[in-house]
Every structure is written in structure tokens, then in C-alpha cells.
């Protein structure tokens, strides 16, 4: 994940896209971002996924959780956090 540093104050933040907005501005620096792990997702869709799985995986699982057609169609529109928060419970 994409993280900044603001030149001024030091706050650094962490985006799950690089943000045009932070690009464009001088006071911020784009730190260099960490080597990631490759990491595959579950074979098995219903297999809850690692914590550091893509956030794919987490849609994929979240997916044979949901309990209606509504509830599936929210699933984009969630954060990896927030997919974790409410499927990643073993409950």
C-alpha cells in the first residue's frame, strides 16, 4: 500500500491506492513502498483467508459467507479491513 510523508509535520499515511491528490502536492513524499510477499489465494473459496491474503481472497471468502443477494452486492464496496472485521471471525 501506497504510503506518504507530509515534509511539514512528519504524519505519514497509508492509502490503498496511490492518492493523485498526495502525488500532485509538494509537501508530500511518496515513501517507497515494501517488497510484498506473494501471497495465493485459498484454493478453496470458502477457506477463510490469512489476514495478509489480497484483498480478492477476502471478496472471494466474504462472498460464500453472505447471506442474501444484498448482502453480496455490498461486498465491493467494502475495505479488506472491513471484510476482515465482518467475515473474518470464526463465527
Known amino acids: 500500500m501506497p504510503q506518504y510523508r507530509n515534509k511539514n509535520t512528519g504524519d ?4 490503498e491506492q496511490p492518492s493523485p491528490r498526495l502525488e500532485a502536492l509538494e509537501n508530500w513524499t511518496r515513501l517507497a ?13 470458502a477457506e477463510r483467508p490469512a489476514r495478509n491474503a489480497p484483498k480478492d481472497a477476502w471478496q472471494a471468502y466474504a462472498r460464500t459467507r453472505a447471506q442474501d443477494s444484498d448482502e453480496a452486492a455490498a ?6 479491513d472491513q471484510l476482515i472485521e465482518q467475515y473474518g471471525s470464526d463465527h
Open 12 to 15: 505519514v499515511v497509508e492509502y
Open 33 to 45: 513502498p515494501e517488497p510484498e510477499q506473494p501471497i495465493s489465494p485459498p484454493a478453496d473459496p
Open 75 to 80: 461486498i465491493d464496496g467494502l475495505t479488506k
